[in-house]
């Protein structure tokens, strides 16, 4: 589904809410910690990149609606504070099967991080299986 392959991919940490969607994650706004993975493109592969994403992840960018919104957030990676795209739930009330996931994992700069899937992930086995 990429169009072009990353530069690199490395573990990173966001601040937000992560949320147990059934068998995908959801990031909103919030103050916890949340463990994920900055990839990194060639610039020129950017935009064509963000393009499948939008259509994936149900963002509109003419209007800034969808499903998600895509957003600048700063993330740390290495140690190094850094700004990246990112989808967010616009709002969590829409999901009323979702799951918040509390920190609960070593992140690899020791702090106390949320990651998907945790033990109480309903990642269905099936898509019939879907909430």
């Known amino acids: ?5 990353p530069v690199s991919i490395q573990p990173a940490i966001a601040t937000g809410q992560l ?3 059934g068998s995908y994650p959801g990031l909103c706004v919030g103050n916890d910690l949340v463990l994920g993975e900055l990839w990194t493109f060639d610039p020129e592969d950017v935009l064509p990149t963000l393009e499948i994403l939008d259509g994936i992840e ?4 003419a209007s800034d609606r ?11 990676s290495h140690r190094e504070q850094t700004q990246a795209f990112a989808y967010l739930i616009p709002d969590i009330r829409k999901w009323p099967n979702a799951r918040r996931i509390l920190p609960w994992c070593d ?3 020791g702090d106390q991080s949320a990651l998907w899937p945790d033990a109480l992930a309903r990642v269905p086995k099936h898509a019939s299986d879907e909430d």
């Open 66 to 76: 969808g499903l998600y919104l895509r957003k600048v957030i700063e993330v740390r």
């Open 58 to 61: 149900g963002y509109d960018s």
């Open 107 to 109: 992140s690899p700069w």
């Open 1 to 5: 589904m990429w169009p072009k392959r």
């Open 19 to 21: 949320w147990d969607l």
